[in-house]
């Protein structure tokens, strides 16, 4: 019996990269130092992704509005004239928002919005929205403004709301005033729309 051939083991071995060779070549004090800077310059550039992603949340946030209260009226359309009453509503932000309700509560008026269409709004545009005025007669009571809430959904689709005053409100408040003088039996009354109503 012959015995068997010899064998001849390969070891297979790798070349160490250049990025490996180079760190090993350093010193212990110098790896240190380099991998210390390299965490500095991780947490500077988190740092800086956070506080950027705060600054663009914040913006997305940020309402900024003006108001005004008006009306518009016609003496011949319909026949016998009409009277409208609307809230301007205007978007100084930097981000575009929509307006989702307006609404007024006194003793005395309730205002809202006549339709239920949300108004969207690009920076720097305003919209006119129609307003049901309400009017009941209390005995002693009276207003000295109009307190509005003003419910809005953000860019980022959050909701929010903000409490304005609208003025001028003397139009609206006079008007209010005289009917109560004159009719103080009025509960519920329409005061927009036509002037003379069946």
Same mark, same amino acid.
Not at 10 to 24: I, V
């Given at each position: ?38 965490? *500095?310059? %991780? ?8 506080? &950027?992603?705060? +600054? @663009?949340?914040? /913006?997305? =946030?940020?309402?900024v509005l003006t108001t005004s209260f008006g009306l518009a009226s016609s003496s011949t359309s319909p026949p016998g004239g009409s009277v409208g009453y609307f809230v301007v509503v205007r978007n100084e932000g930097a981000r575009a928002l929509s307006v989702t309700g307006v609404q007024v509560s006194t003793a005395r008026l309730r205002l809202r919005m006549r339709d239920d269409w949300d108004r969207r ?11 049901? *005025?309400? %009017? ?8 000295? &403004?109009?307190? +509005? @809430?003003?419910? /809005?959904? =953000? ?44």
């Open positions: 019996m012959s015995a068997p051939p010899p064998v001849e083991l390969l070891e297979s071995r790798t070349e160490p990269s250049r990025l490996h060779a180079r760190w090993t070549a350093l010193p212990p004090r110098g790896r240190r130092l380099l991998a210390g800077l390299l965490v *500095v310059v %991780l947490l500077g550039a988190g740092v800086v992704w956070l506080r &950027d992603w705060a +600054a @663009e949340r914040a /913006l997305e =946030r940020r309402v709004l690009a920076p720097g545009t305003e919209a006119a929205i129609p307003m049901s *005025v309400r %009017l009941s007669c209390i005995p002693g009571a009276g207003e000295p &403004d109009l307190p +509005a @809430e003003i419910s /809005l959904r =953000r860019a980022d689709g959050g909701s929010t709301t903000r409490r304005v005053v609208l003025r001028p409100a003397a139009q609206l408040l006079d008007v209010a005033s005289t009917l109560c003088d004159v009719r103080p039996d009025l509960r519920d009354h329409e005061l927009s729309g036509p002037v003379l109503r069946d």
